[in-house]
């Protein structure tokens, strides 16, 4: 591994920050999601009702408590650490004409924190954190004008940390709303609040998912003008797509489906659509509001880097009741009899990963990072006080071992890899905080009950000497 190689850990503001409503900071689509139980999903509330619990609200208390967190991360050995600005501490609304000067020097500080032990922060503009008030009032990411207030956005925060901070990333998981029948990815995404199985929904994603790659261009050109040495990427979350047999029927079928979940980087990375999916939206009969000018901003705005998370795999079949290979995310898999998966059913596929490198390799040509990496457990504290988290050391010691072969053997271009929630935080599917993917323990339960003190697992000590040892030691 190149011996600048970033190794670190991801998070995002909602899911670690809480103090919610503190010092100025506006309502964000994170606030009003509850946690799910027993089977179903969280429930994505009108505002913020006062009697229901918000696990995002106080998230574990980050806010106050970072420079103890970030203590841990440089003792791991951190040379960067992913997190991302939430958006409704800077424009609370989202459409202010002033941004938050109090949530402005929040990042101020905590970006000092990091490099106090040389940490490189990276940093995410928007992770399933858009400012609620941007819903209500104009509909989401279906409205034009979420661009200029997108970019505003990106202009203050630019501007305000061009010293701070090199590595930027635009919208996180962008790709997630393939899945437009989940009211999840569709809210998180894109602001966009639908009925269930509301017909227009797959339209409006498209429409919505242009004016973000719009919105992303525009950023990546204006974030090189005011500081040319800036690194902006997209971010998609990598979930590779096979064929459940060689028919190839199913060979088509993954084919397709790698083409409906992936377009968003072919914009992002290739500067322009491509013709797949120009050709499906003149077959669907959509109307969008797509301009020349928005053409001539992708082709100005294309990514440095590809930003991606990556969990797990997905496999497909071809059926006789979808003759033209149509994927909707998950709905459309099946299982894959070779690999097992963890508590929540997400695959365990860490040859995939080896596989996504080459193959967003094969296709971009551009240096990947990636940004999000880790297994969803339940952990046990012993009475020691010592958590024995073997399962994720091997999920992650797994992983890293095709890092390396996709790095050493095939050659791909790695910047670094920052595994999810190396402190534990509220899951973003779930709302949990007992799906855990962190190295650094957080003593809470999914009622928000506990004393939130920190824990070293023993994963801590071993990405230590990973780290330690540019991953020659596993
Ligand atoms: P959780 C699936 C569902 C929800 C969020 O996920 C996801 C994914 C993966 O595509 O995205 C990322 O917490 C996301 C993080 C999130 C992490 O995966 O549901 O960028 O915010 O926490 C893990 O287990």
């Known amino acids: 591994m190149d011996k600048n190689f970033l190794w670190g850990g991801a998070v995002a503001a909602h899911q670690l920050e809480g103090a919610w409503n503190v010092d100025g900071k ?33 998230g574990i208390d980050f806010y106050h408590r970072y420079p103890e967190d970030i203590k841990l991360m440089a003792e791991m050995g951190f040379k960067t650490f992913r997190i991302s600005i939430a958006w409704t501490r800077i424009f609370p609304n989202g459409d202010e004409l002033q941004a938050n000067e109090t949530g402005l020097k929040f990042y101020d500080d905590l970006f000092d924190e990091c490099r106090r032990y040389s940490i490189e922060p990276m940093i995410t503009l928007s992770h399933f954190e858009m400012p609620y008030h941007l819903v209500t009032a104009y509909g989401g990411w279906r409205n034009r004008k979420l661009i200029d207030f997108f970019l505003k956005y990106a202009e203050t925060v630019f501007k305000r940390y061009r010293e701070k901070v090199k590595y930027w990333m635009t919208f996180n998981e962008i790709n997630n709303q393939t899945d437009y029948t989940k009211a999840f990815f569709m809210v998180t995404n894109s602001g966009l609040k639908l009925t269930k199985d509301d017909p227009a929904a797959e339209q409006l994603m498209y429409q919505a998912a242009h004016y973000e790659l719009v919105a992303s261009a525009l950023a990546v050109k204006m974030g090189h003008a005011i500081n040319p040495k800036f690194k902006i990427g997209n971010m998609i979350n990598m979930t590779p797509i096979y064929p459940l047999t060689a028919d190839p029927d199913d060979m088509l079928m993954a084919q397709k489906a790698m083409q409906t979940r992936y377009w968003y980087t072919d914009v992002q990375a290739n500067g322009q659509y491509p013709s797949y999916v120009m050709r499906y939206f003149e077959r669907s009969g959509f109307n969008l509001d797509i301009t020349s ?12 880097y590809v930003g991606l998370s990556y969990y797990n795999s997905f496999t497909v079949q071809a059926s006789a009741n979808n003759p033209t290979y149509k994927f909707i995310g998950e709905a459309t898999t099946v299982a894959n009899p070779t690999l097992k998966a963890s508590d929540w059913g997400w695959t365990i596929d860490p040859k995939g990963l080896r596989y996504a490198l080459n193959w967003l390799n094969d296709r971009y040509h551009l240096p990947l990072m990636i940004v999000e990496n880790g297994l969803g457990a339940v952990d046990k504290v012993t009475n020691d006080g010592k958590i024995h988290d073997t399962y994720r050391i091997g999920y992650l010691r797994a992983h890293v071992e095709q890092l390396k072969l996709a790095v050493d053997v095939d050659g791909v271009n790695v910047m670094g890899y920052t595994p999810w929630g190396c402190i534990d935080l509220i899951s973003a599917g779930t709302g949990q905080m007992s ?40």
């Open 293 to 304: 000018h928005d053409l001539a901003a992708l082709r100005a705005g294309i990514v440095d």
């Open 26 to 58: 506006g309502v964000s689509v994170a606030d009003i999601m509850t946690t799910a139980q027993n089977g179903h999903e969280r429930r994505i509330t009108d505002g913020v009702i006062p009697e229901v619990y918000y696990p995002n609200h106080q």
């Open 435 to 474: 799906k855990r993917y962190g190295m650094i323990y957080v003593d809470q339960d999914d009622s928000g009950h506990g004393s939130l003190k920190r824990l070293r697992k023993d994963s801590f000590y071993w990405y230590q000497r990973v780290i330690q040892t540019n991953g020659r030691v596993l």
